[in-house]
């Protein structure tokens, strides 16, 4: 049904742009060494703030193209699952102090969402297309 595609459309591309705007926050507001600093606060290896970028750069514009979409959404699933840790301690509200967990774990399942329903419409490479 086209509504259906037209629906993954609208969820791949908030998750891409949703990426990407997280990858530009870390380079453009807290810097790459002041989020690497972060996460090594957090109990994260040193510079693992770089590959965590990398990966939401490379990831969100996959997504955001249709390009190998779902299989971003869910290699992007452990970057979730870290976000999610170092907010748990804060509960469940993402506007508590310091942020709770409900966002990341929203995302992880709208990723997972993803993965299952496609691309949906004007997808540069659509569900079933050869290499």
């Known amino acids: ?8 459309t609208l969820l ?4 891409g742009v949703m990426w990407l705007a997280h990858a530009l926050l870390k380079i453009v507001v807290f810097t790459l060494p002041g989020a690497d600093q972060f996460f090594v606060a957090h109990g994260f290896p040193a510079h693992s703030a770089y590959v965590v970028v990398a990966a939401e750069l490379a990831g969100g514009l996959m997504i955001l ?12 699933l452990p970057v979730l699952a870290g976000a999610a840790s170092v907010h748990l301690p804060n509960g469940w509200v993402f506007t508590a ?3 709770g967990w409900e966002y990341p ?22 569900a079933g297309a050869q290499p």
């Not at 049904?1 to 993954?8: D, E």
């Not at 791949?12 to 998750?15: K, Q, S």
């Open 12 to 15: 791949r591309v908030a998750l």
């Open 65 to 76: 193209l249709g390009f190998h979409g779902r299989a971003a959404s869910l290699a992007l």
């Open 97 to 99: 102090n310091g942020g």
């Open 105 to 126: 774990a929203f995302l992880m399942i709208a990723s997972v969402v993803h993965a299952l329903g496609g691309d949906g419409a004007l997808a540069l490479r659509p």
């Open 1 to 8: 049904m086209m509504q259906t595609a037209y629906a993954f």
